[in-house]
């Protein structure tokens, strides 16, 4: 059984930093797409950073610059969201996501975790 767990979330002032981490378990599928997708109140669910097995990166164009998406470099396993320069906007619940698919942004993915929220105050 695939579980996705993540943790790191908070409450920070705005230009403050939050990294973020999720760790895969039971994924035993060889080729992966993995990343994090964020929704605030009322609004739809948005893809905010994906990464690939061969290596593809996709970010949204709010986070570009600010937000870098990483793995583990011994265990693939362990996915990393560094968000730098938070801004009010990017108060939501985050979630990790992972699938043997390339989905880009798009919520198309099989395995989600619980989530974790992030606050970013004025």
């Known amino acids: 059984q695939v579980r996705l767990v993540e943790s790191g979330g908070g409450s920070v002032q705005a230009g403050g930093s939050l990294r973020l981490s999720c760790v895969v378990s039971?994924?035993?599928?060889?080729?992966?797409?993995m990343g994090w997708f964020r929704q605030a109140p009322g609004k739809e669910r948005e893809g905010v950073a994906v990464?690939?097995?061969?290596?593809?990166?996709?970010y949204a164009d709010s986070v570009k610059g600010r937000f870098t998406i990483s793995q583990d470099n011994a265990q693939k396993n362990t996915l990393y969201l560094q968000m730098n320069s938070l801004k009010p906007e990017d108060t939501a619940m985050y979630y990790c996501?992972?699938?043997?698919?390339?989905?880009?942004?798009?919520?198309?993915?099989?395995?989600w975790g619980q989530g974790t929220q992030v606050t970013v105050s004025s």
């Open positions: 996501v992972a699938d043997w698919a390339w989905n880009g942004l798009r919520p198309f993915y099989n395995y």
């Open positions: 039971g994924y035993t599928y060889s080729s992966y797409c």
């Open positions: 990464i690939a097995d061969d290596g593809r990166i996709r």
